[in-house]
């Protein structure tokens, strides 16, 4: 299992060049002495202190050096990376989403979740990271982290910021009523993700659907070596 939600910035490879170009010809604008040719290869640049839109941009660029990173196949650059994306602006959600599932992934739970948590109190409005903290919390491995209670209040509020009309929220509410032991409910909440889900997503859907089916709970897979 990961994480449900379908819109991170890791931007498939044919769209970086474009935004990248984008995002350095405005660092170019507002530091008019910075040579936006520099940022040809961004995994390489260091990008200037300034004020806070110069920043803003900056934090973009590292972003998408990220992504960039992950596309290479290099997750301690990608975290790396991120955390320079927060640095340069510490109240924007989305590095905090992006590192938080780069430490999820690779099996490091209260990190992932201090992250998540980070996004929720720097946006509190953002479904995503709501989303992400509730499912880490219906569904991780460690004992130590999990907490349906608090679990079923994040997704339920990611399900009212979407509108009660995404998939990924409402698989992640079922995760977390199954995680309190609330079965009927989980199932309930996982026909409702299916019913709404693109066609690709299904199959993984039903056989989540299985396990509460049978009185089980969803989990995470524990990475190799964790």
């Not at 640049?45 to 941009?57: H, K, Q, S």
């Not at 997750?75 to 590192?99: G, M, T, W």
């Not at 599932?101 to 690779?106: A, G, I, N, P, V």
């Not at 099996?107 to 903290?133: C, F, I």
């Amino acid at each position: 299992f990961g994480s449900p939600v379908a819109d991170y910035l890791f931007y498939p490879a044919y769209r970086l060049d474009r935004y990248l170009w984008q995002e350095k010809w405005q660092v170019a604008f507002l530091v008019p002495n910075v040579d936006a040719g520099q940022y040809a290869h961004p995994l390489e640049a260091d990008l200037p202190d300034g004020d806070a839109a110069i920043m803003e941009a900056a934090s973009r660029i590292y972003v998408l050096k990220g992504t960039q990173a992950l596309e290479a196949g290099d997750h301690s650059a990608a975290v790396k990376v991120f955390s320079q994306a927060i640095e340069a602006k510490p109240d924007e959600s989305d590095p905090y989403l992006n590192r938080g599932r780069l430490y999820e992934d690779s099996g490091s739970w209260q990190k992932a979740l201090d992250d998540y948590k980070a996004a929720v109190t720097v946006n509190p409005e953002s479904y995503a990271a709501h989303n992400d903290v509730a499912w880490l919390l219906a569904t991780c491995p460690d004992d130590d982290i999990r907490d349906g209670t608090v679990a079923i209040a994040h997704a339920t509020k990611a399900c009212e910021l979407t509108h009660w009309e995404l998939f990924a929220t409402y698989e992640t509410l079922a995760a977390a009523y199954a995680q309190t032991g609330q079965y009927r409910l989980a199932v309930d909440y996982q026909n409702k993700a299916i019913e709404l889900a693109p066609n690709p997503s299904k199959e993984s859907l039903r056989e989540t659907l299985k396990l509460f089916e049978s009185g089980e709970p969803a989990r995470l897979q524990v990475p190799p070596g964790r």
